[in-house]
């Protein structure tokens, strides 16, 4: 079969970091006559065109009713990158006609470069040891920590110091500062609240000073107020429980299960924290998750049976005013009713809904669900256990805004079962709650980058958003795994993505590659969806060299 009339330049490629003339390319079938397949030629060579950013909205064509230019056309395409490796190109068929590729099918292109004129990554900027502090040790996250913190320390010295209080702090007081910091836990994490300092952030106009929006765009880092909050209250309540113990022995609050309830919240709230340490969490994921809900219910329902007999031991110390009354009068009875109120909200949002699940490979599927108005850039909460297990997955805007789909691929038990033996309804709790994807909007340019099913988020923001954006993605077998499709949608967003079939070509020099398509695409910043090791070293890698980098971190 002749393809050369029905070739048109390669709008997808795949960037290796090997040539191996040696791999025989995937067989490819177009069931739709006026829809394109994907051919697979690992002996040929590709480049890289520049970026078509302009300055207004893109302009996105349908891939169908684009032409082929003629074969001589090749000679004049403008300067870019090329490799020796796996070419993904799309050819068009003939209304009526179905081709089918057999895989000994080529078409080769002039290169414009040769793979060694790549842009090599520049040295690190700094010191090593400075490096390491400020983007490791003291990012975004690990500052916000430590100011929460730092100012709860403060409080906490000026209250243990401060006059008339040879007996320690007022047992009020203290409780009031834990509570405090309980209610600011959980509010941090409510979605609610999340999409409102979202909304804020996305508020800045692209014509702001580029560092006012790249400071803006590390808005998802909010979890360090959650976790320094969280140590925070184990701090003040660790007083609480001293001065209660105290008071126990000197015979001045005789209650047992004011005692009792203080010493098994204690346990409690430390388990929660220890689990959540990084190492311990990545390890004992499902525990810390079972653990960290459970003991959180138990916790705040173990708060409200201490915070009223707390309040009736001292009234009756003290003689003055009625329980009801002098819970009313308590700073801590209020934080902890808002934060019941925080944690209830998102239940009455349960919904069990229709899914329509549609089988993508044995890696991957894609669930559609109708009634849920997507939310680009934002994720949805679902689960077939409400009270075991929830897992949060991209919004892919569907054909109306009350639609959306999500990828599901095989990352553990869950979703491997999810793969096999989809459901036909399941629980959706909360709102669609906005990522790090959605600050994409406040850059003029971005380069995305996924591996995996990490396309799904990068395209729950480029189909709905006009983000003048460069996808680059890895993964293996993008055709066989995720479909003609997803592939589709990839390269309407960016007719010039970059996609890596690493099942033929090898896993590339990430880095190198987002830093060269940040170079050549002028663009400011670069977006990462991957796993969370990958994720940190390039985001490491490219702002260790003055590029803006954002991805999901382990506590976003």
Not at 308 to 337: E, Q, Y
């Amino acid at each position: 079969m002749d393809f050369h009339s029905d070739t048109r330049t390669s709008k997808v490629s795949s960037i290796g970091v090997r040539d191996d003339p040696s791999t025989e390319a995937n067989a490819a079938m177009v069931q739709n006559p006026s829809s394109k397949a994907y051919l697979q030629n690992p002996s040929s060579k590709t480049h890289l065109r520049p970026s078509s950013f302009q300055d207004g909205p893109r302009k996105k064509t349908p891939l169908d009713h684009q032409t082929s230019p003629p074969a001589s056309s090749m000679e004049s395409l403008p300067t870019g990158i090329s490799t020796d490796t796996l070419i993904i190109k799309p050819v068009f068929s003939s209304p009526g006609l179905r081709y089918q590729l057999d895989g000994h099918q080529a078409v080769t292109e002039k290169p414009s470069l040769p793979q060694e004129d790549l842009e090599k990554l520049p040295l690190k900027r700094e010191r090593r040891w400075w490096r390491q502090l400020r983007h490791s040790m003291l990012a975004v996250y690990q500052r916000i920590f430590s100011l929460v913190f730092i100012a709860n320390a403060i409080a906490f010295v000026v209250l243990l110091t401060a006059d008339g209080n040879e007996s320690g702090p007022p047992l009020s007081s203290v409780a009031g500062a834990a509570s405090a910091n309980l209610f600011v836990v959980v509010v941090a994490r409510q979605e609610y609240f999340v999409n409102f300092i979202f909304f804020l952030a996305r508020s800045m106009p692209r014509s702001a000073p580029l560092r006012l929006r790249r400071m803006m765009a590390k808005i998802y880092h909010y979890g360090g107020v959650h976790s320094g909050s969280a140590v925070a209250c184990i701090m003040w309540f660790l007083l609480f429980t001293v001065l209660i113990t105290i008071q126990w022995v000197k015979g001045d609050l005789r209650s047992i299960p004011v005692l009792s309830l203080t010493y098994i919240l204690l346990i409690e709230l430390i388990l929660i924290s220890a689990l959540a340490i990084p190492p311990i969490r990545s390890r004992y994921h499902n525990t810390f998750e079972n653990v960290h809900r459970l003991a959180g219910w138990s916790s705040l329902a173990l708060f409200w049976v201490l915070i009223p007999l707390l309040a009736n031991s001292l009234r009756i110390h003290t003689g003055n005013d009625s329980l009801g009354v002098f819970l009313v009068k308590s700073p801590a009875f209020w934080f902890l009713l808002a934060s019941t109120l925080c944690i209830i909200r998102p239940w009455l949002d349960l919904r069990y809904i229709e899914a329509y699940p549609e089988y993508l490979s044995n890696h991957a599927v894609r669930i559609t669900f109708k009634h849920i108005k997507n939310a680009p850039g934002a994720a949805i909460r679902i689960s077939d256990a409400p009270l075991k297990e929830w897992h949060a997955f991209a919004c892919i805007p569907g054909p109306d805004v009350n639609t959306c789909s999500i990828i599901v691929s095989d990352a553990g038990d869950w979703t491997r079962q999810q793969i096999a033996h989809p459901a036909q309804k399941y629980y959706i709790r909360g709102i669609p709650t906005a990522g790090v994807m959605s600050m994409a909007q406040v850059f003029n340019r971005v380069v995305m980058v996924a591996t995996g099913s990490g396309i799904g988020p990068l395209l729950s923001i480029l189909m709905v958003y006009d983000v003048p954006s460069r996808i680059l993605w890895s993964t293996p077998s993008p055709l066989q795994t995720y479909g003609k499709k997803l592939m589709d949608e990839v390269t309407d967003a960016d007719p010039n993505a970059v996609i890596i079939d690493t099942r033929i070509s090898g896993r590339p020099d990430m880095v190198r590659l987002a830093y060269n398509l940040y170079i050549q695409t002028k663009a400011e910043a670069v977006f990462i969806i991957s796993n969370p090791k990958l994720t940190g070293k390039m985001v490491y890698g490219l702002e260790s060299r003055g590029v803006p980098a954002y991805g999901p971190i382990w506590d976003s």
